[in-house]
Structures are given as structure tokens and as C-alpha cells.
């Protein structure tokens, strides 16, 4: 059973970093196809940051140029790297597969940016 714990999350204010983490547990092959998203109250989850087949990053455009999203293999996890953060980067993200059936969902972490 494949497990994924986020962590990282916290308050920041608008123009600071905040780097979430991604760790996985359990029976994989590799980290690919591993993304982060975002939810807010009463919206479905929508995946912001992702890797190309080729390995490229990914993103959503209101996050792009602003968020990296990193491998580590040595650790197994996938980070999230956050910067010049905005009062909207504000839900709980959590990470998971994009590309084919997905993991247990984590309980997520959750960001919060004040002005």
C-alpha cells in the first residue's frame, strides 16, 4: 500500500517561501507522474504542478514562474518549492499520481498567506 504524507505547510505572509514536502511510502517503482495540487472549500482538486513526459515541469499559470517542483530519490519524496507566495496560494495542497490511478489520497497540508 502506497502512502503519501505532505507536509511543509504553515502561515506565511504575501512575498515569503514556503517549500512542501511529499513523502512516499509503500510499493513504487519511481517517483514519475507524482504532482502536487490545491483544493479551496467547495472545489474539486485541481493539480497545479506536474512533470512532462519528458521530465519537464509543469504548471498552472497563475503559479508558473512563482513554484518548482523537485524529485529526491534519496529521500522519496517530491517538494513543492513556493515563492513570492500570494494571498490566493492559500488552499490545502496535497500530492498525488496525475497520469494513471491514484494513490490513497494524504491528508494534505495546508498553506496559509496573509497580506
Known amino acids: 500500500q502506497v502512502q503519501l504524507v505532505e507536509s511543509g505547510g504553515g502561515l506565511a505572509q504575501a512575498g515569503e517561501s514556503l517549500r512542501l514536502s511529499c513523502e512516499v511510502s509503500?510499493?513504487?517503482?519511481?517517483?514519475?507522474?507524482i504532482g502536487w495540487y490545491r483544493q479551496v472549500p467547495r472545489r474539486p482538486r485541481e493539480l497545479v504542478a506536474k512533470?512532462?513526459?519528458?521530465?519537464?515541469?509543469i504548471f498552472v499559470d497563475d503559479v508558473r514562474g512563482r513554484f518548482a517542483i523537485f524529485k529526491d530519490n534519496t529521500k522519496n519524496s517530491v517538494d513543492l518549492q513556493m515563492d513570492n507566495l500570494k494571498q490566493k496560494d492559500t488552499p490545502v495542497y496535497y500530492c498525488?499520481?496525475?497520469?494513471?490511478?491514484?494513490?490513497?489520497w494524504g491528508r494534505g497540508t495546508q498553506v496559509t498567506v496573509s497580506s
Open positions: 498525488n499520481r496525475y497520469s494513471c490511478r491514484l494513490y490513497p
Open positions: 509503500g510499493s513504487i517503482s519511481s517517483l514519475d507522474g
Open positions: 512533470f512532462s513526459i519528458l521530465g519537464a515541469p
